[in-house]
């Protein structure tokens, strides 16, 4: 497949960090939800540190989430007598669809330090039935490069696919570079894409864009074309970092709380029908 364009840093930020005090330790908006019609098809990431008790029991109607430690363990607990612990590097997708009601807690006095992407869906499939998909670091297929590795988690990225199953078409990459190397990133043209710097320091695109720790870019992107795309990549240290792409969806919905809907209605009618029992128990064990 052609790859006709080639992508640059389109804005950077660098996150700030707001102190919440106990349980919710610390939290930093990665992408901001003011911004969220720049960023479709992603709503918002939220990087969190917390202890026990900051995200029990809650609902969720009409998005999708994919869950990535950072460190410290990680419980999740649903409505749907599904349990299990994440650790470092893994990652939890979770379709909330029509009714998903879970907990996301740490481990007994783990700090938990934790990035949330709320991903968007289609009208046509806010309806789905709740799943919950645990993507474990040792399952996401690592592919050697010149002066690094990839880690897969989603998508199709340098001949591997990532088992991450989502059901818009998106792509999650971790990429770790040693200091002096370069590395073109290959995403589909038409997807809306972002990268995060978890540690050290590089250059980004044509612009040579410097960025490094808690640095969040956006890249731009050709949404008419069905070729692919480059992002050059030229590490000055030691580098860690993820890049998100998808595809956008291009609705109009509001987020308001837990919920992501088309209309102010379904905003409505999810908080009635979570008050009514209609999302089922609490998640507990």
Do not use: C
């Amino acid at each position: 497949m052609t790859h006709s364009f080639i992508r640059d840093v389109d804005k950077h930020w660098r996150v700030n960090y707001r102190q919440n005090g106990y349980p919710h330790v610390q939290q930093g908006w990665v992408l901001p939800p003011e911004q969220k019609e720049a960023f479709d098809p992603f709503i918002l990431m939220a990087e969190d540190w917390f202890k026990r008790g900051t995200f029990s029991d809650h609902p969720h109607r009409g998005f999708q989430t994919i869950t990535y430690v950072i460190d410290g363990r990680l419980e999740h607990i649903d409505n749907h007598g599904g349990h299990s612990i994440l650790d470092a590097g893994d990652v939890q997708y979770m379709n909330a669809g029509w009714a998903a009601r879970h907990a996301e807690e740490a481990v007994d006095d783990d700090l938990i330090h934790t990035l949330q992407l709320w991903l968007n869906l289609p009208k046509s499939l806010k309806t789905t039935k709740t799943s919950y998909q645990n993507v474990y670091i040792e399952d996401a297929p690592v592919v050697p490069i010149d002066g690094g590795q990839l880690r897969v988690y989603s998508g199709e990225i340098a001949g591997v696919k990532g088992p991450m199953e989502s059901l818009v078409p998106i792509t999650m990459t971790e990429i770790l570079l040693k200091e002096g190397g370069e590395y073109e990133h290959v995403l589909p043209a038409n997807h809306n894409s972002f990268l995060y710097v978890l540690a050290g320091s590089i250059e980004v695109g044509s612009s040579i864009t410097p960025l490094s720790k808690t640095d969040v870019a956006t890249l731009t992107f050709d949404e008419t074309s069905d070729a692919m795309s480059t992002l050059h990549l030229k590490a000055t240290s030691r580098t860690r970092l993820l890049v998100y792409s998808g595809k956008p969806i291009r609705e109009e919905y509001i987020a308001h709380g837990p919920f992501v809907m088309n209309t102010e209605e379904e905003i409505r009618q999810a908080f009635r029908d979570y008050h009514s029992g209609d999302f089922g128990p609490p998640a507990v064990k």
